[in-house]
């Protein structure tokens, strides 16, 4: 059973740098074709796919947040984090982490974390 746990601060201000870590447990962010993302939810919104590393560490981003998503990984650690820049309200959103478990470039997630509020707020 894999398992994915989202941590980071639940409040941020404008203009600062979101950062939330994902904890992998059950299964290694290196597996072969697997991917990680992060997802969110704005209040009253649909789910916004954000971007992905892969198993080799390669990254992708929706061109939108491209400019100010990073998303990193500590393979000794088995996590994988995002930092979103340059933070507005409009950003405020549950936060989720998700796996691909065996094709990274499909949007078939198969385990998530359980979320986690992120308010930008002055």
């Known amino acids: 059973q894999v398992q994915l746990q989202e941590s980071g601060p639940g409040l941020v201000k404008p203009s600062q740098t979101l950062s939330l870590t994902c904890t992998v447990s059950?299964?290694?962010?290196?597996?072969?074709?697997?991917?990680w993302s992060w997802i969110r939810q704005p209040p009253g919104k649909g789910l916004e796919w954000m971007g992905v590393i892969t198993y080799d560490g390669s990254t992708y981003y929706i061109p939108s947040l491209k400019s100010r998503t990073s998303i990193s990984r500590d393979t000794s650690k088995n996590q994988f984090s995002l930092h979103l820049s340059s933070v507005t309200p409009e950003d405020t959103a549950v936060y989720y982490c998700a796996r691909q478990g065996s094709s990274w470039w499909l949007s078939e997630y198969d385990y998530w974390g359980q979320g986690t509020q992120v308010t930008v707020s002055s």
């Open positions: 059950g299964g290694s962010i290196t597996t072969s074709n697997s991917g």
